[in-house]
């Protein structure tokens, strides 16, 4: 686990030449052979960041290294062996799938153009698209689109992947090839890092995370750690739900809240055998009574004070 972090930011900062301030002072680490999920509500700085590190803009101030290597300077020995999906893949529409990859493929000066159409062919076939590898490019839904330049960004081996929201766009069913893939490619030692403002998304599929809000860090870590920061709920399964909110509260446990047949509450401080005992001897019929375990949603909402905003 000695490994250099894959990618290393330090107080880096974009203020636009509006004045906007979009990313300010970061401090970012992504271990390598992580899965992490960058995080944060729509412009909360991630589509900045990512055009940073991909040398794609120059920082204000502060620095990144990609690889080890520092960007934008050395964008032409990392990018290479990076691949990236950022804000929608580039694609020309009168062109089949096929096609499209081919020409890709055919830019890259190191790729082997005897080996073309086989590496193609597995691209396609690795993100599910080898029976519409034929349909032109502008007859495709926007996940074909989407998964069609994750083919592209797959078609040599990398170190690095970089994906801006890489399921925006696709039905449940394809946000869950798309994780399965991201899985696997983790699997074979790739680092993934991809940005997100789905909670779940990221809890399902990351190992670490960051979490942004106004072009700063809330925090960033482990997920599993990121989530035990944060306390879980209380809740109570009862057909007599405001009683059982009465007495919660006369026991002393904060925020309660009757939904239905479920009332949840913060943990209390004490013995959950003592809280049946008084909800019982008080008449309610407790079906359960459990401690929900806490969600990153939950920690972020504890770190910040704030709802998740996922609209957009
Ligand atoms: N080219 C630009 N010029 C000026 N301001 C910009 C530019 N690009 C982004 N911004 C602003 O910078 C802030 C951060 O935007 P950014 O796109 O990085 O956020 P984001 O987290 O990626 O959000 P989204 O999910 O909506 O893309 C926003 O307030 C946005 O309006």
Same mark, same amino acid.
């Given at each position: 686990?000695?490994?250099?972090?894959?990618?290393?930011?330090?107080?880096?900062?974009?203020?636009?030449?509006?004045?906007?301030?979009?990313?300010?002072? $970061?401090?970012?680490?992504?271990?390598?052979?992580?899965? #992490?999920?960058?995080?944060?509500?729509?412009?909360?700085?991630?589509?900045?960041?990512?055009?940073?590190?991909?040398?794609?803009?120059?920082? &204000? +101030?502060?620095?990144?290294?990609?690889?080890?290597?520092?960007?934008?300077?050395?964008?032409?020995?990392?990018?290479?062996?990076?691949?990236?999906?950022?804000?929608?893949?580039?694609?020309?529409?009168?062109?089949?799938?096929?096609?499209?990859?081919?020409?890709?493929?055919?830019?890259?000066?190191?790729?082997?153009?005897?080996?073309?159409?086989?590496?193609?062919?597995?691209?396609?076939?690795?993100?599910?698209? +080898?029976?519409?590898?034929?349909?032109?490019?502008?007859?495709?839904?926007?996940?074909?689109?989407?998964? $069609?330049?994750?083919?592209?960004?797959?078609?040599?081996?990398?170190?690095?992947?970089?994906?801006?929201?890489?399921?925006?766009?696709?039905?449940?069913?394809?946000?869950?090839?798309?994780?399965?893939?991201?899985? @696997? $490619?983790?699997?074979?030692?790739?680092?993934? #890092?991809?940005?997100?403002?789905?909670?779940?998304?990221?809890?399902?599929?990351?190992?670490?995370?960051?979490?942004?809000?106004?072009?700063?860090?809330? &925090?960033?870590?482990?997920?599993? @750690?990121?989530?035990?920061?944060?306390?879980?709920?209380?809740?109570?399964?009862?057909?007599?739900?405001?009683?059982?909110?009465?007495?919660?509260? @006369?026991?002393?446990?904060?925020?309660?809240?009757?939904?239905?047949?479920?009332? &949840?509450?913060?943990?209390?401080?004490?013995?959950?055998? @003592?809280?049946? +005992?008084?909800?019982? &001897?008080?008449?309610?019929?407790?079906?359960?009574?459990? $401690?929900?375990?806490?969600?990153?949603?939950?920690?972020?909402?504890?770190?910040?004070?704030?709802? #998740?905003?996922?609209?957009?």
């Amino acid at each position: 686990m000695d490994e250099p972090p894959v990618i290393d930011t330090r107080g880096l900062t974009k203020r636009y030449r509006g004045g906007q301030l979009a990313v300010d002072g $970061l401090d970012l680490t992504v271990p390598a052979g992580s899965v #992490f999920g960058f995080l944060g509500p729509n412009g909360s700085g991630k589509t900045t960041t990512i055009r940073m590190l991909m040398g794609l803009i120059e920082p &204000t +101030a502060g620095s990144a290294r990609v690889l080890g290597r520092p960007m934008p300077r050395a964008a032409r020995t990392v990018l290479p062996q990076v691949g990236a999906l950022i804000e929608g893949p580039a694609l020309y529409g009168f062109l089949s799938g096929r096609d499209n990859l081919l020409r890709y493929d055919a830019a890259d000066p190191a790729a082997d153009p005897r080996t073309r159409r086989a590496r193609v062919a597995a691209a396609l076939d690795r993100v599910g698209l +080898a029976a519409a590898a034929g349909k032109k490019a502008k007859a495709y839904s926007l996940g074909m689109k989407q998964r $069609l330049g994750l083919a592209a960004a797959l078609l040599q081996p990398r170190r690095l992947l970089v994906l801006d929201e890489p399921t925006n766009g696709l039905d449940p069913q394809g946000m869950r090839e798309i994780r399965t893939l991201i899985r @696997e $490619l983790a699997g074979d030692g790739t680092t993934v #890092f991809l940005s997100s403002h789905l909670l779940d998304e990221i809890e399902q599929v990351c190992t670490h995370a960051a979490v942004m809000a106004r072009g700063r860090l809330v &925090t960033q870590g482990a997920v599993a @750690e990121l989530a035990a920061g944060a306390r879980g709920r209380l809740v109570v399964t009862t057909p007599d739900g405001a009683e059982a909110a009465r007495v919660l509260k @006369e026991l002393g446990v904060g925020d309660v809240t009757a939904d239905g047949d479920r009332v &949840t509450g913060e943990p209390p401080e004490r013995d959950l055998a @003592e809280v049946t +005992a008084a909800l019982v &001897t008080a008449g309610v019929r407790v079906r359960g009574l459990t $401690l929900e375990r806490a969600s990153l949603e939950d920690a972020f909402v504890a770190l910040t004070g704030e709802g #998740f905003d996922v609209a957009g």
